[in-house]
């Protein structure tokens, strides 16, 4: 896969993530209401093929962070990033 195209699928679910995370905050700020994840967890993960999004309540604040590892076939980590 190239640069160009891992670039814009990084960008793609960045705002994905920020969407997710900022419209629902910005809500329950409005609201005066306590951030919340589905079901009352107080944290889930989820994986879309090499992405994986955590999400966590955590001081009457919900965050989330978006993760990617890429290894080699011998198991040396040549790629690993968070936003």
């Known amino acids: 896969m ?9 960008f793609r679910l960045t705002v994905l993530l920020i969407a997710s995370t900022v419209l629902p905050s910005t809500s329950a700020v ?28 955590a001081e009457a604040t919900k965050r989330c962070a978006l993760s990617q590892q890429q290894a080699r076939q011998d198991g040396q980590r040549v790629l690993a990033i968070k936003l």
């Open 30 to 57: 409005l609201a005066q209401d306590a951030p919340s994840l589905p079901g009352g967890a107080s944290s889930l993960q989820e994986s879309y093929r090499d992405w994986r999004v955590t999400c966590r309540i």
């Open 2 to 10: 190239s640069l160009h195209r891992t670039l814009s699928r990084v």
